[in-house]
């Protein structure tokens, strides 16, 4: 079955951190597009962040630039999140999705879609 599973969020004031993570089960987040997006109540969800398969392949959305990073551990076929100087307009249900290229196809961040989706991991910053 694939599958992907976030984790990591949670209540933290303005200025926290947190790192969230996305993992993988039924395949190989190595040959994926992983990108985080997120979704606040009233709102369209929105783009966070993008990895392809090379290091050079990552992307960030204006809102997040500076202060998210995203990276890929293959041993644990997990990507991470790490959220640093959060704000309250940051709070919002955080997804994790894959892209699966075709054969011979090269996917480039950012991406709008996905094959695969994550259930949500909420995200809440406040004092």
């Known amino acids: 079955q694939l599958q992907l599973v976030e984790s990591g969020g949670g209540l933290v004031q303005p200025g926290g951190s947190l790192r969230l993570s996305c993992t993988a089960s039924?395949?190989?987040?190595?040959?994926?597009?992983i990108s985080w997006f997120r979704q606040a109540p009233g709102k369209e969800r929105e783009g966070v962040s993008c990895?392809?398969?090379?290091?050079?392949?990552?992307y960030y959305w204006d809102s997040v630039k500076g202060r998210f990073s995203i990276s890929r551990d293959s041993d644990k076929n997990t990507v991470f999140l790490q959220m640093n100087n959060l704000k309250p307009e940051d709070s919002a249900v955080y997804y994790c999705?894959?892209?699966?290229?075709?054969?011979?196809?090269?996917?480039?961040?950012?991406?709008?879609?996905?094959?695969?989706w994550g259930q949500g991991t909420q995200v809440t910053v406040s004092s």
């Open positions: 999705a894959a892209e699966t290229p075709s054969i011979g196809e090269t996917l480039i961040c950012p991406r709008l879609r996905a094959d695969y």
């Open positions: 039924g395949f190989t987040l190595d040959y994926s597009v």
């Open positions: 990895i392809g398969n090379s290091d050079d392949n990552i």
